[in-house]
């Protein structure tokens, strides 16, 4: 029997609301009917999936009475040849009503002429939607169209268990799950045009929510379905007739906040942990960073769309599509957006204010506006501001390879003595750096930043603006050659982050580099630096490793600090990953924590987003595992890839290893695709399929066969893929991000999962 509470003392502005975890259930007018809007179209998902099952992907031609719904839209027009799963992103992505019409006339036509063709295609789907809501106990529903333009309604817990039931298919709890999708539709003239829909769930950015879905009408306000995950538990959340989208987002937020709260899930030091991707804290009341005086102060610029001034900012954004609630956005080009288009998208995923050096020529709603002469150059200086007001340690990570992995067990380690704050995911770059910084809260202990290699004037810019107490350089490899001709020459880049780091600070380098003396000798010349850590296998290694075992779930390890030796489990697979540890304990260690009383939390760690994700899916009764290594791919990392997908590998299964170019290795690049033959062709690597110029060629001189191929795009590899795949199977998938290998995982999430 669930256990039902009406109250977490949450104002909300909602009408009715559900919030759930394990069998335990808070709601207020969670019984009482009222509209759905767009909510509908997750019946009318579950309804054709139920129908033609997971693999159906029939081309659909779009028809006038699809192509001119009204509403929201995925720009559909008559004419347009899209494949059903596409269809279905369509839909469930812009919540668009062409797509839906489109998906219940043609599953309804099917119907229908099974049915002797008496009733016409939608309101024969209707009737199927109807009764697939009776099957789910939503005795509550009222269906009288497909899209949720009209008067369908349904009460807050009968939502709740009809999106349990949507995601429990897993072809629609990847689509719920994705922030953009992008396909390529044949139009009435047999051209080929691009389509890229973007979620209109206004916190799927935020890092604990898994996925959901968005309602929007008139007659229903806004409601919002979602999942989400904390500490492993799965968390599911209704609100419905919200005044507007981004407050049912943000009343989520809060429920769920105050759920957590009332059930004590973290203790006084883990709710400084990671929150969301814009480090905000957890409990409802967010730190405020920023408000309009701050940028008059700070960015010598002015007002043109003011009168919006009470507001306080506790965040900063450069990206309309990641925008969380309360962000200060800073515009900049993505993709083909206009500039109306990106402050548009912006105000409604929650921005409180805007930044921009291009006078737009129409304003969204009571969005405040400042403009300024450079965007970038604005940015800095706010970051700059932020990172001298801060009391906090600076922890700056860099390396050819193993940034993001060293910077996520840094942070884990430091947050179990006091409250951190770290970079957003993998955001080391030009843009990335200066937003980082300037979500720095004025009181936190330490704050780990992440810093990619952009060359070395503007290393040098922004080392100043870093300003790190403590410097980790993760690695030296063959990466990013484009800028770099030499390791040597990216080391010396890398160095620039410890000459302009402040005095005193402690230096955390890799021992088993072959660029170590370079970089130590470098070091010793600065005046600023108090002490140099290393770690590695080498016997001078401050931190050394002594020993490590692979075990199922993850490894043993053994290491040696200043002469004592210690032990702890790492809940992730590879050597690449035991050396990441290493650094982290070293960087531990830099800041005088003890380092024993936090090893605990090795055991939490989890693979990075697309970073060595482990995914199990099934096949021919049995199960296959896909390692989802498709961020990013340089030489070392694609050897490590291989290396730790060589230990995943069952004794009676294959390892099939499917990669994609590597990018940004400059005029050698094809020598260094060379290079990784001998990794490939050896005993272990059982299939070998490959996209993109430089890989194929790869392929082509290991020697074509059934188990050796080469593709022309990734749709091409990953259809080849599924047809030859076995039970036991090990499917390693790599390559550079800009290569798309992220669309073979999904596709093979898609259809054998569930």
Known sequence: MQNNKTSLGVATSSHAWVVQESENTYSKNGNTPYGIASITKLLTAYTAIKYFGDFYNKIVVINDSAAKTKGS?????????????DLMYAMLLPSGNDAAIAIAEHTGSVMAKEDGGCINAISRFIQEMNSNARDLGLESFRIFDVHGLGKNVGTAADVLTLGKAVIKIEALKVILSTNEYSAFVENIHGEKKQFVWINTNPILSEGWVCG?????????????????EFDLKNYFCVVMGASDRASSGSDVKALISAYRQNKNVFDDVHSHQEKSLNNKEDEGVFPILWGAPDLERVLFGNWINEGFDNWRATGVSANPLYVSK?????????????IVDRLKLAYRNGAVAAVVDVHPSDFPGSLPVYKVQNNLDSLLYLATVARYRTSANIIAVTGSVGKTGTKDMIFSLLSEFAPAHKSLKSMNDTWGVPVSLSCIPSKINFSIIEAGLMGRARMEKYSRMIAANVVVITSIEDAHLEYHKTKTEIAETKSMLIAKAEAGCVVVLPRDSE??????????????????????EHKESTVRLVFYEIKPNGMDITVELCGKQFSYFLSLIGVHHVMNSLAAIAAVYATNQDVLKTLQAFKQQKP?????????INVNGGSALVMDDSWSANPASVRAALKAATHLKKPHGRLIVCLGDMLELGNESRIHHEHLIPFIKNDMVDVFFTVGEMMNEVSEKIGTSSSVRQFSSVKLLGNALKSILLKDDLILVKGSNAMNMWRVVAELKADFTG
């Open 212 to 228: 959901g879905k968005t309602g929007r009408s008139s007659y229903a306000k806004s409601c919002l379905f979602i999942w989400a």
């Open 608 to 616: 990075g987003f697309r970073r060595g994700e482990l995914i199990t």
């Open 326 to 338: 309360g962000d200060i956005y800073f515009d900049r080009q993505v993709g083909e957006y206009s």
């Open 73 to 85: 839209s995925a720009g559909l027009a008559t004419g347009d040849q899209v494949a059903f799963n």
């Open 515 to 536: 660029c170590f003396e370079f970089l130590y000798g470098k070091v010793k010349g600065f005046s600023n630096v108090e002490r140099v850590i290393s770690f590695g």
